[in-house]
């Protein structure tokens, strides 16, 4: 798509929010049970996109794309009437008689781009609180995940009428060229690199924006812990879509006593999982593309390879791999990993994990395994992350309640529920005063001492 195509797109739907029409309850609520019914109508269309992208098992494709979008969307038409109402706070002496209330003010045109790992719960979770919120939007797929870009295009095309939800599918280049648009909020999800970038672009037009970016997210094993199961959750958040995942455990910091048997258990679960050759099992993606699969081949260090390191570069698989006595001056510690490669660090007491933790940038989820509430404290405290689990892993993203976003490096702002209706909106503060009574205090010549306008401000203030 050219620039002036995209420069179009974008004045259309600028003109088309200034008719008003996305802002009534029954237009948005409309809009999203129609949005609900074509994901139902095109479910098999995604799936086999999503497996054609990145061979993800229709288990996979449900529960971490489509189900969690349609849960989504449920949670938000039955609560959207509640969200969309002005809330009256109270209004101070000073200005009585009056009142006050916030209204949930849509923002305009929206822009929406994506990443390629989760393509459509990622592009579509925003989507849902965008309309929620009452804006136009327009969506950038990722170019490196195509059958589902393609899908999505499909849903967005047949579903939307183009002046109010439109998807572009393109590369770099009209990423750019959206980029270069006056939009009334911008959200992102991406890498850190690109972050920055389109931070850049947004500050142009001094535009808001969301960024959801990534990091190396840590997981601390205590010794205090059950192992078979810490083991066995570990194995699941790490490996799923092939560690493909923004808040994946990056890295195992494990309590020195206990590494030995965490990681016999873990190479135990990877077998349970995905058999003795997980490259034969239906469960286990692939690598999106040649360009991240020779990334992750560079982190491979054969003196530290526990278990895996076993590649098929046609087929773009990397077997599930442990390397152990990693530490930071390592490859596979440089950046983030996002793939199926777990490298173990160890540490003697919490207080050396919590160091190297706050050493490195703020990471976008932090997983502790401990029974210590001490430990869970101490963690809590004195560490900053995007999100905690404790006990498990990625769990944290998956309700409605909890906001997802990151901190520093991981990002800026956060969506789920609520959440991504208040993303989309903003909050108009509006105060009503009544003017039939109007005394002269404030008005110039001022009769008032500073001493008695501290006493009367404290008494009403
Ligand atoms: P990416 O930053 O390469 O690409 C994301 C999007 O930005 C794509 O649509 C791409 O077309 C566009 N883009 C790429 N280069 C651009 C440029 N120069 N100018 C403008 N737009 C550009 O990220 P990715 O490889 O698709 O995804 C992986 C990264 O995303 C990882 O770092 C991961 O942690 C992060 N991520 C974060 C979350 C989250 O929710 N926080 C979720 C998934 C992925």
Same mark, same amino acid.
């Given at each position: 798509m050219n620039q002036k195509d995209i420069q179009n797109i974008v004045k259309k739907q600028k003109d088309f929010f200034l008719t008003n029409q996305t802002k009534a309850y029954s237009f948005r609520i409309a809009q999203l049970k129609k949005l609900k019914l074509a994901i139902e109508n095109n479910e /098999?269309?995604?799936?086999k996109a999503l497996y054609d992208d990145l061979k993800k098992s229709k288990f996979e494709a449900y529960g971490g794309e489509i189900g969690f979008v349609m849960a989504e969307l449920d949670y938000t038409i039955k609560k959207l009437k509640k969200w969309m109402k002005d809330k009256k706070v109270s209004t101070p002496i000073l200005h009585q008689p009056g009142t006050s209330y916030i209204i949930n003010e849509p923002l305009g045109c929206v822009l929406i781009i994506g990443p390629w790992n989760y393509p459509f719960q990622l592009l579509?979770?925003? @989507? =849902?609180?965008?309309? #929620?919120?009452?804006n136009t939007v327009i969506l *950038? %797929?990722?170019?490196l995940a195509p059958k589902s870009s393609a899908a999505m295009y499909k849903i967005i095309s047949e579903t939307f009428k183009e002046e109010y939800v439109t998807l572009i599918e393109g590369e770099i280049q009209e990423a750019t060229y959206l980029l270069q648009e006056n939009f009334d909020y911008i959200f992102f999800t991406?890498?850190? +690199?690109? !972050? *920055? =970038?389109?931070?850049?672009?947004?500050? &142009?037009?001094?535009t808001p924006l969301t960024l959801e970016l990534g990091g190396k997210s840590p997981c601390i094993v205590d010794k205090a812990t059950n192992l078979k199961v810490t083991a066995r959750r570990i194995v699941w958040g790490k490996f799923f879509n092939a560690g493909q995942t923004c808040i994946a455990p990056d890295y195992l910091i494990v309590q020195k006593d206990v &590494?030995?048997?965490?990681?016999?258990?873990? &190479?135990?679960?990877? /077998? +349970?999982? $995905?058999? /003795?050759?997980?490259?034969?099992? &239906?469960?286990?993606?692939?690598i999106i593309n040649e360009r991240h699969f020779d990334r992750l081949v560079s982190y491979f260090d054969d003196k530290k390879i526990a278990m895996g390191g076993v590649i098929d570069k046609n087929d773009k698989y990397i077997a599930p791999t442990i390397m152990d006595n990693v530490n930071w001056d390592d490859n596979v510690m440089q950046d983030e990993i996002f793939g199926p490669?777990?490298?173990v @660090?160890? $540490?003697? +007491?919490? *207080? /050396?994990?919590?160091?190297?933790?706050? #050493?490195?940038?703020?990471? @976008? #989820?932090? $997983?502790?395994? %401990? +029974?210590s509430k001490l430990v869970e404290e101490r963690v809590l405290e004195n560490t900053s992350s995007g999100g905690v689990c404790i006990n498990d892993t990625l769990s944290h993203i998956t309700t409605n309640y909890l906001p997802f976003g990151g901190v520093g490096?991981? !990002?800026m702002g956060d969506y789920h529920g609520i959440y991504s209706f208040q993303t989309f909106s903003h909050r108009k503060s509006v105060m009503k005063k009544n003017i039939s009574i109007d005394p002269p205090i404030r008005y110039a010549p001022y009769k008032l001492s500073v001493k008695n306008l501290k006493k009367m401000l404290k008494f009403i203030g």
């Open positions: /098999e269309l995604l799936l579509f979770a925003p @989507l =849902i609180g965008a309309i #929620a919120a009452g *950038k %797929s990722s170019e991406g890498s850190t +690199n690109v !972050g *920055k =970038i389109v931070m850049e672009a947004a500050a &142009k037009n001094l &590494k030995i048997d965490l990681i016999r258990l873990i &190479k135990k679960e990877i /077998e +349970n999982f $995905y058999g /003795e050759n997980p490259q034969e099992s &239906k469960d286990y993606p692939r490669i777990l490298p @660090l160890e $540490y003697g +007491n919490i *207080k /050396e994990a919590i160091d190297i933790i706050n #050493a490195h940038p703020k990471p @976008l #989820a932090l $997983y502790l395994f %401990s +029974n490096n991981s !990002g």
